[in-house]
């Protein structure tokens, strides 16, 4: 199994700052996600981090809000742009392996004031 | 494109007894993957349960069993023997062929003292 060290756990942020959250794994995986959570509610899918290449987005994000590196296999970062109190969520960072099984982040608890 | 329902979205148990959580999903896919997870407040997602489609046995771990119906495409957890640590967040999902999980609302299982 995979272990995710994702940083920080928690953040309290201006309005039109940025925030960067990071996500270590401790082997090499093939693919990492990135989730953001409402309390209380599902996971909503942001995007899947392409390592060496561009970030793939789902319907509603977009790469200038949410800027997505992965320079290895093993590190991937998420900035959340310009915040706005409507950021404020949960996000979690979440890697896989070629055996199909998802391992998690401990989530980043964001609020903007 | 896959869905995956649940349609508790609070359960309680009693302390030491059976609960059994739903989950159906939809797809037109013959091969595939089918996981429980598990969020405390702690807001880590850990992996329950997985079950893949190709095996008609269903999966156990320890006190964790599913019910796996693959022609009504329900997917069931029961936990026996309930403890106060299992109180949780649970979240049925399906891995779709691009190692995307598609993810329930969720059930939020209260466990009786």
């Known amino acids: 199994s995979a272990v995710i060290s994702q940083k920080p756990s928690r953040d309290i942020c201006q309005r039109g700052t940025s925030l960067t959250i990071q996500c270590q794994v401790d082997?090499?995986?093939?693919?990492m996600f990135w989730y953001r959570q409402q309390p209380g509610q599902s996971l909503t899918l942001i995007a899947t981090?392409?390592?060496?290449?561009?970030?793939?987005?789902e319907s509603g994000f977009v790469i200038d809000k949410f800027p997505i590196s992965r320079p290895n296999l093993t590190f991937s970062t998420l900035t959340v742009s310009n915040m706005s109190p409507e950021d404020s969520s949960i996000y979690l960072c979440?890697?896989?392996?070629?055996?199909?099984?998802?391992?998690f982040g401990q989530g980043t608890r964001l609020t903007v004031v | 494109a896959q869905t995956v329902t649940q349609s508790q979205p609070e359960m309680s148990v009693q302390e030491a007894e059976t609960v059994t959580l739903s989950c159906t999903y939809d797809?037109?896919?013959?091969?595939?993957?089918l996981f429980w997870y598990k969020q405390p407040p702690s807001r880590q997602m850990i992996l329950v349960i997985r079950?893949?489609?190709?095996k008609q046995q269903n999966a156990t771990e320890n006190r964790f069993s599913v019910n796996f119906q693959k022609a009504a495409k329900s997917f069931s957890l029961k936990i026996s023997d309930s403890q106060l640590g299992d109180a949780a967040m649970y979240f049925c999902a399906y891995l779709d062929s691009n190692y995307q999980l598609i993810w329930g609302a969720g059930t939020k299982l209260i466990i009786k003292p």
């Open positions: 981090a392409n390592q060496g290449s561009e970030a793939t987005y």
């Open positions: 082997s090499q995986v093939t693919m």
């Open positions: 079950q893949e489609a190709y």
């Open positions: 979440s890697a896989a392996g070629l055996n199909t099984e998802a391992f």
């Open positions: 797809t037109s896919e013959s091969d595939y993957y």
